[in-house]
């Protein structure tokens, strides 16, 4: 079991940027693929951005190509998601997430996921 959690959240205006964190308890996290998800209130999952265990690939929502960026540092157990740019329809709980069968876009493919921080942008 890996533990996650996510940091990084805050009420910012429309056009700021916030760089979310997603620290991991275990080391197989260098092992598995991660991915960022939001969830706005009343509304399903929805994927932001993948990137594989090496870091070498990555994968964006159309919403997010071109203002956000995924990464991650293996040796410090640590994802992160730069916003730039951000809408007031980005505004939603991010949750960082690890899977044992590697990139994808699907919730259900990730096996482990954090609790969520909110991001609030306001206009």
């Known amino acids: 079991q890996v533990h996650l959690v996510e940091s990084g959240g805050g009420v910012v205006q429309a056009g700021a940027s916030l760089k979310l964190s997603c620290a991991a308890d275990?080391?197989?996290?260098?092992?598995?693929?991660m991915g960022w998800f939001r969830r706005a209130p009343g509304k399903d999952y929805e994927f932001v951005a993948s990137?594989?265990?090496?870091?070498?690939?990555?994968t964006y929502a159309d919403s997010a190509k071109g203002r956000f960026t995924v990464s991650r540092e293996n040796y410090r157990n640590t994802g992160y998601l730069q916003m730039n740019n951000l809408k007031p329809g980005d505004t939603a709980v991010y949750f960082c997430?690890?899977?044992?069968?590697?990139?994808?876009?699907?919730?259900?493919?990730?096996?482990?996921w954090g609790q969520g921080t909110w991001v609030t942008v306001s206009s």
């Open positions: 275990d080391r197989a996290f260098t092992n598995y693929a």
């Open positions: 990137i594989s265990w090496s870091g070498a690939s990555t």
């Open positions: 997430a690890l899977s044992t069968r590697g990139q994808s876009s699907d919730a259900p493919q990730y096996n482990y």
